[in-house]
């Protein structure tokens, strides 16, 4: 991102990066949601069922051995060949490193990036309201204690996205009567007591939220609501505080996107499960990775498999982030 892209998210909780996978990345990203879909179509209804969202390995698709269960939400190594076997081996070096470039660009620097979620959104065409997303807050959907925590979303564009398939509709944040969101500079958004507190201002004025999106799109032209269009390849990088939705595909054909959510650190709370699906990349503090691919340490599995040793537990605390080194900076 440049300094006037990172400003933008800032001062309105978005920002567009146009064409920034290439085109054999999308083919690629493509090919792997098709697979997916056609998987998850053979006993289940996609929009029924799923709710047009599918996380990679939460849907039977890969065999994760019993040892490597928790494991592979801490140990690159493992997490990476597993995300392999959904489609290709190119697509984690997507994920958790240029994908996670941008979410460095404006998250807080603290321990690193850290993959919070991933999933496709696919809304099938012909199917009305049922593929329309109401307006929401991504932050709304952690844990209660974690709905201030700086996350954000990548919205990626598999097909060229508009209205009238479906893309997403994001409502700015507010301007400030004081002008206190512009002109700040992006270097104290870095720490992230400010960073928390410059978002969570800026989402507080929003008003109450406009009426649900229809296929005829907003009903008011002048709610300065920014209806995204975007070729294949281009992302919506959004914050978790950001108000968006999205309107029911009214195209003929499927309309695909990828999205991969990001966080600056492990999300920790007293519980006996996990609440929720983060990965952790490497400190990049001074640029020094150099752990960050190491090898762990295996033993064997009662299957054979071999399986990385577990790592020490709290008996008071539950990982509810993934924590699976991966950023090269």
């Known amino acids: ?52 969202v599918m996380e990679p390995l939460n849907v039977g698709l890969v065999d994760i051995a019993k040892c490597d269960q928790s494991r592979i939400k801490h140990d690159p190594v493992i997490y ?29 620097q603290e321990r690193g990036i850290f993959l919070l979620n991933e999933q496709y959104i ?16 991504d932050g709304q959907y952690l844990p209660t204690d974690f709905q201030g925590e700086p996350t954000l979303a990548c919205w990626v564009a598999l097909d060229t996205v508009g209205f009238q398939n479906g893309s997403v509709v994001v409502d700015p944040y507010p301007e400030s009567p004081t002008g206190a969101n512009t002109g700040i500079a992006p270097t104290l958004l870095t720490h992230l007591d400010t960073y928390r507190h410059h978002h969570q201002t800026a989402a507080q004025r929003y ?76 400190s990049h503090t001074n640029g020094n990775t150099k752990d960050s691919q190491s090898e762990s340490p295996s033993r ?19 990982l509810v982030a993934w924590a699976v080194p991966a950023l090269q900076l």
């Open 1 to 52: 991102m440049n300094k006037d892209q990172i400003a933008h998210f800032h001062r309105r909780g978005y920002v567009v990066i146009p064409h920034y996978l290439s085109p054999s990345e999308v083919a690629l990203l493509v090919e792997e949601c098709d697979s997916l879909v056609n998987h998850c179509a053979q006993d289940a209804d996609l929009v029924e069922d799923f709710g047009c």
């Open 207 to 282: 008003p109450p939220a406009p009426p649900l999106l229809s296929a005829s799109g907003p009903s008011n032209p002048d709610t300065g609501l920014d209806q995204i269009t975007m070729d294949p390849g281009s992302v919506l990088v959004m914050s978790s505080l950001l108000r968006h939705a999205s309107p029911p595909n009214s195209g003929s054909t499927l309309r695909r996107c990828w999205m991969p959510q990001y966080c600056c650190r492990p999300l920790l709370t007293p519980c006996t499960q996990p609440l929720n699906v983060i990965y952790k990349s490497p």
């Open 80 to 108: 990476r060949r597993y995300r392999a076997q959904v489609s290709d081996d190119m697509v984690p070096d997507i994920l958790l490193d240029k994908m996670a470039c941008l979410a460095a660009a404006v998250l807080p």
């Open 122 to 137: 696919v809304k099938p065409p012909f199917q009305g309201q049922e593929t329309t997303f109401g307006w929401h807050q």
């Open 300 to 318: 064997a599995g009662s299957d054979g498999t071999q399986c990385a040793q577990s790592y020490p537990s709290s008996e008071t605390t539950t």
